[in-house]
């Protein structure tokens, strides 16, 4: 068994390499909420499957993936409804006002040395680590 | 060429697989380390770090290529260089993003490539945000208008 960074650096080359296609072979940037919130909102017009390509990919990719990982992640989540659905809201609502997140913002944006990547990067980042010092050590909801 | 190309609907469905292979391998769909990464006066994971790292190291080198190139290999634009415009829309957004990524470990990406298994409270998430996603239009707008009136 190799220690979870190695396999963080081996996901995260192949979630780089993912974003390297298509932008070489696509011609456009790999932003999840960019790509999931355009056909959300109506604003995807005639880059709708091509959106809808790129999704059925990030799901089915996993799902095929996962017997070799022994059938099954612990993905930890908490079954709090009210977490969950606050968290989904703010992370719809942030994401589609800042024009990005982790994938747009932070991997695409911040690796061309994107100013806009940059600050949201420091931003979400710092909210993040806040949130998780007050959600989790102060109130103990998380 | 057309936005319903097969090769441009195929190399879509190519860079979404790694993007979701890449997802699940690191570990970035177990919200425990997505969290345990933001709590640095916890037990600090550090995984996060390299998975950023990790995907910045292709991703400058396409940037590199790009910089050569007038069009995509299918003859697409590629995209405009990044704005520099620091505008609140981007600051409160990604503020609110950032605090909604510690409350539940899951930003967009992880959440769709973990639909297959991540369960009943991954569909709650995943429905909150694409409830935020449609109303998320609306405020922009309002943000958009200057802050004093005349």
Known sequence: MQPDWIWGLIGGLLIGTGGAIYLLVNGRIMGASGIIGALVDGSAGDSKWERLSFLAGVILLPALLLPLYGGTVDTHITGNIPVLVAA????????RLANGCTSGHGVCGM?????RGIVATCCYILAGGVGVVIFRHLLGVI | MSYLSP???FF??????????GLLTSGMTDTAKVQGWLD???NWDPT????????MIPMALAWLVARGLNRSALGTPLPPKPGTQIDRKLVLGSVLFGIGWGLAGLCPGPSIAS???GGASL???????ITGMFAAPALRRRLDKPVAAE
């Open chain 2, 40 to 42: 640095v006066f916890g």
């Open chain 2, 12 to 21: 879509a469905f190519v860079a979404g697989g790694f993007f979701g292979a």
């Open chain 2, 115 to 117: 639909l297959s298994y």
């Open chain 2, 7 to 9: 090769a441009r609907l």
């Open chain 1, 111 to 115: 690796s061309r040395l994107s100013l």
């Open chain 2, 48 to 55: 996060l770090a390299f998975v950023m790292g990790g995907a």
């Open chain 2, 123 to 129: 569909y709650v998430f995943v429905a909150a945000m």
């Open chain 1, 88 to 95: 989904g809201l703010l992370v719809g609502i942030g994401t």
